[in-house]
Structure formats: C-alpha cells, structure tokens
C-alpha cells in the first residue's frame, strides 16, 4: 500500500466521523468541514491507488503462478 492510499483512508475516517459529529449536534460547520475532508481524503487515497499500479500487477502476477 502507498503512502497516499493509508493516509488518504485515515482522513477520509476522520472526516466521516467529523461530518456524523455534526450531523448529530446540528453544527453545520463541523459537518461541511468533516464532508471536506472526507472528499480530500478519497482523493488522497484516489491518488495513491494511480501512483502504485505496479504492485497490484505483481500481486495478480503471483496469483498466476
């Protein structure tokens, strides 16, 4: 896994969390700056999964075998 991809996932986590948070307490900045972060997050993520496609082609490469 890239650095991207786990970073990318653990601020999409939070921002989820960060969004329900302020869906629960009716705070609508805590929910828009958690739906932010979340989206920043799955780009991270997205970013991630472009920049490494060679270790998902040497895992289905072993599977081959």
Partial sequence: M??????????EA???AKE????VTDDKGTE????AEKHVGK????LGDISS???KDSKS?????
Avoid at 2 to 11: I, L, T, Y
Avoid at 32 to 35: C, I, L, Q
Avoid at 61 to 65: A, F, L, N, P
């Fill in 2 to 11: 890239d650095k991207n991809q786990v970073e990318g996932r653990a601020n």
């Fill in 14 to 16: 939070k921002g989820k």
């Fill in 20 to 23: 329900m948070t302020g869906k």
């Fill in 32 to 35: 828009y700056k958690g739906k």
């Fill in 43 to 46: 780009s991270e993520a997205k």
């Fill in 53 to 55: 496609p060679g270790e």
């Fill in 61 to 65: 490469d072993d599977k081959k075998k």
